[in-house]
């Protein structure tokens, strides 16, 4: 069952690692990892279609990744979007640029925006990741080892996407063994306990000296490697997502009957299907086509499952919306259970 949330994975993920400075080839055959300590890694995510390589057939496993480039890469592969509206931190100074400011409309302004202004915007409404001070990002400096950290627990522990959900739920014993590193004296006292827990989850781990190296610049074979871990944590609960995404026509046509009625004729916001297979879940909202919904959560208590699903909205208010309504809606399958219940947060 977790193959086919690796599969929805993979394909928010398609092009995640292609960077800015050259086109990306098709990935399956790159030259430069054979022998490489994230060769598996590496290998394991291209095969999954996560990564891929550049034009000239590398990896370049030992180039640094940016901090833009990480934080589009961790947003696209669980196709995050902002919760709560709020759109917390959206001004980054360096991710806007004067000419946007002045005239956001402007030929100017739109080519003052950084290409990641998007992911960064998102990344920061659900809190995974905070600016560098005086509202500035610094999107093109390279991430250190523990910014990646912070990023990565706050991505479990905060933003929680629904296939990691079972992961921020598990109880972990608090030993201290980020104390062992021989630099741990160095690391900020803000990533203290979120690098000990993702050590104890075997996501990162120190160098063979007893290392951790929290300012060393991150290179795109940790980033891989980190992130190849963190899919091996995934989990679908049993859960298969059925419909979502009304644009897509060829699923619309392959719902079943007494589904698309709901869908297409129902005006009540949340429905339920029992039958012999399973239950089948559903939410639906009008919205423009900015606005969506995600699946949030799955609660399992004795005799009864409470699915929560959570209205998303546009990652910034100043990007243009067409003026459209649509009809979102998303639609689960769980296993035969005794009682279902659906929540949606707003």
């Not at 995510?45 to 990480?70: K, M, Y």
């Not at 608090?174 to 989850?201: C, E, M, Q, R």
């Not at 559903?282 to 409470?306: D, H, Q, V, Y």
Request: hydrophobic share 40%; proline share 4%; with cysteine.
């Amino acid at each position: 069952m977790k193959r086919k949330w690796l599969l929805l994975l993979t394909f928010v993920c398609v092009l995640a690692f292609s960077l800015p400075q050259g086109a990306a080839a098709d990935g399956s055959n790159v030259s430069d990892i054979k022998g490489h300590w994230a060769e598996k890694d590496i290998q394991k995510l291209i095969d999954n279609g996560a990564v891929s390589g550049f034009s000239d057939g590398t990896f370049r496993p030992n180039q640094t990744i940016t901090r833009a480039e990480f934080v589009k890469i961790v947003v696209r592969m669980f196709d995050l979007k902002s919760t709560d509206g709020k759109n917390l931190g959206m001004f980054y100074k360096d991710t806007y640029g004067e000419e946007y400011t002045k005239d956001p409309f402007s030929a100017e302004g739109q080519k003052s925006l950084h290409w990641a202004v998007e992911e960064i915007n998102i990344a920061t409404n659900l809190g995974i990741v905070k600016g560098t001070g005086d509202n500035r990002f610094t999107p093109n400096a390279p991430i250190i080892r523990e910014q990646m950290a912070l990023i990565i627990h706050n991505l479990i522990y905060t933003a929680t996407p629904f296939p990691l959900q079972e992961l921020s739920n598990t109880p972990l014993d608090k030993i201290l063994i980020v104390n062992k590193f021989k630099d741990a004296s160095s690391i900020y006292g803000g990533a203290t306990d979120p690098i000990n827990t993702l050590v104890i989850l075997k996501i990162m781990q120190g160098d063979k000296n007893g290392y951790f190296l929290p300012k060393k610049h991150a290179t795109r074979a940790e980033a891989a490697a980190i992130l190849s871990r963190v899919l091996d944590k995934v989990s679908n609960q049993d859960v298969e997502i059925v419909f979502s995404n009304v644009t897509d026509k060829r699923i619309e046509k392959e719902m079943p009957a007494k589904i698309k009625d709901w869908y297409t004729k129902a005006e009540e916001e949340t429905h339920l299907w029992y039958e012999e297979d399973g239950v089948y879940a559903a939410a639906r909202k009008w919205s423009n086509p900015c606005n969506g919904m995600i699946l949030k959560g799955i609660e399992k208590t004795e005799g009864k499952t409470t699915v929560t699903f959570q209205n998303t909205y546009p990652h910034s208010s100043d990007f243009a919306c067409i003026d459209i309504g649509i009809n979102y809606a998303i639609i689960i399958k769980l296993p035969p259970t005794e009682k279902v219940e659906i929540e949606v947060l707003k």
